[in-house]
């Protein structure tokens, strides 16, 4: 909205001619989601408390997480907020990619607060079933995957496929394109919503992930700079880098109230939002195959999940002591606050991986 009210004024005010410039709105971004999650943060916990919305924890956890018993969930409500408010007022609104991605991450949300309301209501650890859960999810995907094959059809996307390392390689997949999108999508939010299972952890390596897409999505939407690195250029695509800046500020400042002990969970109307966000900023910028790098403990989560039910279903054994692995590594003696902090560094690794495939080309 500003951006609309500000950059206009360029003809007579010279210095407004900044807002045309994505690096500033982006910066100016961060710091707006920052600002409302530090501000709203503090409010929005304590009605969470007066509404007695805490977090259920499973019986069959670790013993040390039963004292999270209450804490405040649903905080993910800030993130959503503290997110949409800023791309609102910074990013071009007559950019479809914009909306796409605010759109997934507000139904994403909706799925998640479904789940988490069901679990307070019942005062247990399950809410939506697994084929609820998976039914909304892949409704949603298919909606995003609609709408990008709508803008292909229109010139202003492509269906073809890209694949690091591999240049020469771009498959047109065509209408095939929608449900490798759904696949994206779909994994990144339930990637995401597996992580968040210690204090700090999810909400801190998204926030690495999405600095990372901040820099992809800028990449990707700059022909000059596509161009020199090899990458698919996607005209409106660098606008989608203010909400992955908005993603950062928002992801910072609930950290604040996050970081052990936790004053508040995220719960699944977070996790989802995020992981629903993040996959349709992956598959918009072209760049699906580098969120297996840039999300690559998310990945790790997932998978530690996948082979320890394969396992035990197939051989009648666990491969971890629990699934996921961060807790396996809690119940190997690690303190908690020491996995968060070195599955950040891992996922810094990660990041840092995905961004050197730009040269790799």
């Known amino acids: 909205m500003l951006y ?9 005010l010279k210095v407004m001619n900044v807002f045309r410039y994505i690096t500033f709105r982006t910066a100016l971004a961060v710091l707006t989601a920052l600002l409302i999650s530090l501000a709203l943060g503090p409010r929005l916990i304590r009605k969470l408390r007066e509404f007695q919305i805490g977090q259920q924890i499973r019986p069959e956890g670790p013993l040390s997480h039963q004292i999270k018993e209450g804490t405040p969930t649903m905080g993910g409500l800030l993130i959503i907020i503290a997110v949409a408010l800023p791309s609102l007022l910074w990013a071009d609104l007559t950019n479809p990619f914009v909306w796409m991605v605010l759109v997934s991450m507000l139904l994403y949300g909706v799925i998640g607060f479904t ?51 591999f240049k020469k390689w ?63 250029n996607v005209k409106g695509a660098g606008e989608l880098a203010i909400i992955c800046g908005a993603l950062v500020g928002a992801s910072l400042g609930f950290l604040w109230f996050n970081c052990n002990p936790a004053q508040v969970f995220m719960g699944d109307v977070g996790s989802m939002a995020l992981g629903g966000a993040l996959g349709t900023v992956a598959v918009a910028t072209k760049q699906e195959i580098l969120l297996l790098f840039v999300g690559g403990l998310f990945v790790v989560e997932a998978a530690s999940v996948i ?20 807790h396996h590594f809690e119940l190997s003696g690690w303190p908690e606050q020491k996995v968060v902090i070195r599955f950040w560094i891992v996922a810094i690794i990660f990041s840092l991986m995905a961004l050197s495939t730009l040269k790799l080309r």
């Open 4 to 12: 609309h009210l500000l950059y206009p004024l360029h003809a007579s």
């Open 115 to 165: 789940d988490d309301y069901l679990k307070i209501t019942r005062k247990r650890s399950l809410g939506l079933t697994v084929r609820q859960k998976m039914l909304g999810q892949w409704t949603v995907a298919l909606l995003i995957g609609l709408a990008l094959l709508w803008l292909a059809d229109q010139g202003r996307y492509t269906t073809q496929f890209s694949f690091p390392f």
């Open 170 to 232: 771009t498959p047109d997949l065509g209408i095939f394109y929608v449900p490798w999108a759904m696949l994206v999508i779909v994994g990144a939010a339930n990637a995401v919503n597996l992580t968040d299972g210690l204090d700090g952890l999810a909400i801190g390596t998204s926030m690495i992930a999405s600095a990372t897409y901040a820099i992809l999505a800028y990449i990707a939407g700059h022909a000059r700079v596509a161009g020199y690195l090899d990458v698919p």
């Open 307 to 326: 082979l320890q039910v394969a396992s035990f279903r197939m051989r009648g054994r666990r491969i971890f002591r629990m699934a996921p692995i961060h």
